[in-house]
């Protein structure tokens, strides 16, 4: 990583922000200088106060937040005495701010290169036509295939790999002299994300811009970031070059995030070996399997799950991986008969479920559960916390309502939750707490075997890790079996005895974890693997990433 050097480009002087005479500061006293040509990481969980440092950093604080105390500076100058006029200027002028979730950013009524195209109108000057042209230009140089007919796309017929370039192509085509990405990247995939930072990063080099990366994510910071801030509580509690902060990170908080982001060895010797090797009994078998979904408005279908074989073992977990519409989660609802497969055989326990009548699948529902992707979408809005994980011990008729009440008490403590919040409700509760409530709801049955649907999808880093060793715990206590569904190869690494990589529907690889990480034989594979971003290898594995990409889209 280049070090900064020259003059400070943005410099933030004891910043401080509140919501209002009487509440608690959401930033307190946070200093930071960035340098013209520097990208600088700003990592901190839920709650740290990201979000509001950038968006008191351009002016667009949410509706009651105010800068109570501290200082702005771009070029030396205060933002803070600037003119209503001026800081229309700066922003998105010489300060441009790409945020999460880009087809919630674009208007939907607006073809996307009209939408760009107004951006620069509105900070150069120049006619419809040369912003037009400007648009298109730009969408090519974001790698977008075909930029004069995407130009003319509106949002919802952008994937969101797509959508997020075009908010990037956005952001940069009046050349601003300071980026804010705040989590630009969240909720893509791997391999698409990888993409948006190259592009991101190498178009800010190009034009000397600064960039202040916000992310939860310490793979990010390891591998695109100069210099990293940690924040905890609305203040940054560290700030250091990333190597030295990888190296030996000096504050006991900064210290417990870079624990939590290292990958967890999976167990492979002794008794656990033992009872998930080849010779343990086979207790879910998949073969040919096959889900069509009707395009609508023809008569063609797409083939979600296309001819898929694979079998779990007792106490082994199975990683399903590959990209979003790969048929990942449409195989998972299968399984559990949330949907029903068009052709091919599901074994479970050496019975066939495959083509089984609800009444008689009913009482084997005890043994087989979900934990769905969206907690707070699969969780009732209206019921507390007890009776969403005691709904499931009603499957057991030998439970009456005390018994029932007693063992949702025994199971928000195997997942780690304090007892106060059984009579909590789903939005009262954490992204963490809720995927716990989830995980805790799907074991009330005592299952042996698990699909856990992206479990870990855009977690703080902690949060992430305290899930990744739930999931390893249960398996040592109480034996059970999983298919673990995910894109983040981390979670794989740490988890899972044997790795299936799907693509397109069908399954492309599939081998032990560490033979797979080792030794990929698919390009697709490899293509997968060269996105991960581990922070034990930092800028080293760019030069082997980058190779690896070329390779498997060659």
């Known amino acids: 990583m280049r070090a900064p050097g020259g003059m400070p480009l943005l410099s933030v002087e004891d910043l401080t922000v509140d919501f209002g005479e009487g509440t608690a500061k959401v930033l307190s006293d946070v200093s930071f200088e960035l340098r013209r040509d520097e990208v600088l990481g700003i990592v901190g969980e839920t709650g740290a106060g990201k979000s509001v440092l950038a968006r008191a950093l351009i002016d667009l604080l949410p509706e009651g937040g105010r800068i109570v105390g501290g200082d702005l500076r771009l070029d030396g100058a205060s933002i803070l005495d600037m003119d209503a006029a001026e800081r229309r200027q700066m922003r998105g002028g010489r300060i441009a701010l790409i945020?999460?979730?880009?087809?919630?950013?674009?208007?939907?009524?607006?073809?996307?290169?009209?939408?760009?195209?107004?951006?620069?109108r509105a900070h150069k000057p120049c006619s419809r036509k040369e912003a037009w042209a400007a648009a298109v230009d730009l969408l090519a140089q974001v790698g977008i295939v075909n930029p004069e007919r995407r130009a003319r796309a509106y949002p919802h017929q952008l994937s969101g790999g797509m959508a997020q370039r075009v908010v990037i192509a956005m952001a940069m085509v009046a050349n601003p002299e300071v980026v804010l990405a705040d989590d630009a990247t969240l909720g893509l995939d791997a391999t698409i994300q990888v993409q948006v930072l190259d592009l991101l990063v190498k178009r800010c080099r190009d034009l000397g811009a600064g960039v202040v990366l916000i992310t939860h994510d310490l793979g990010i910071i390891a591998h695109y970031c100069d210099r990293v801030a940690i924040m905890k509580d609305g203040r940054i509690v560290e700030l250091d070059e990333v190597g030295h902060f990888l190296e030996a990170p000096k504050d006991g908080y900064s210290r417990t995030l870079l624990d939590a982001a290292k990958v967890r060895p999976t167990p492979r010797t002794g008794e656990a070996a033992d009872e998930t090797g080849e010779h343990a009994p086979c207790l879910l078998e998949i073969g040919r399997l096959v889900k069509t979904f009707p395009i609508s408005g023809t008569t063609e279908v797409v083939r979600a799950i296309d001819d898929v074989s694979?079998?779990?073992r007792k106490g082994e977990t199975l990683a399903l991986v590959g990209e979003s519409g790969s048929g990942k989660t449409t195989v998972g609802q299968c399984l559990v008969r949330l949907l029903e497969s068009d052709s091919g055989g599901i074994a479970f326990d050496g019975t066939d479920i495959t083509n089984m009548p609800a009444h008689q699948f009913r009482p084997l529902r005890r043994r087989i559960q979900m934990v769905f992707q969206e907690p707070y979408v699969a969780l009732n809005p209206r019921w507390p916390v007890r009776a969403l994980i005691g709904e499931p011990l009603q499957l057991d008729p030998a439970l009456?309502?005390?018994?029932?009440?007693?063992?949702a008490r025994e199971l928000l403590d195997l997942v780690h939750l304090p007892a106060r919040l059984a009579d909590s409700y789903p939005h009262e509760l954490t992204a963490g707490e809720q995927k716990r409530v989830g995980i805790a709801r799907a074991l009330a049955t005592g299952p042996d075997f698990v699909v856990f649907d992206e479990p870990?999808?855009?977690?703080?880093?902690r949060v992430r890790a305290q899930i990744i060793d739930l999931v390893r715990d249960l398996q040592a206590e109480i034996g059970m079996s999983a298919l673990f569904i995910t894109h983040d190869l981390n979670s794989v690494r740490s988890l899972a005895h044997n790795v299936a990589v799907m693509r397109h529907g069908k399954i492309v690889e599939y081998g032990e974890t560490e033979a797979i990480f080792a030794r990929p034989a698919q390009d697709y594979t490899r293509m997968l693997l060269a996105a991960e971003l581990p922070i034990e290898q930092g800028a080293a594995q760019r030069e082997r990433a980058e190779t690896l990409r070329l390779a498997g889209t060659a």
Do not use: C, W
């Open 99 to 120: 945020g999460t979730n880009a087809k919630a950013l674009l208007d939907p009524v607006e073809t996307v290169g009209a939408q760009i195209a107004r951006v620069l």
């Open 400 to 407: 009456d309502r005390g018994a029932r009440a007693r063992r």
């Open 456 to 461: 870990t999808t855009a977690l703080d880093i």
């Open 310 to 312: 694979f079998s779990v």
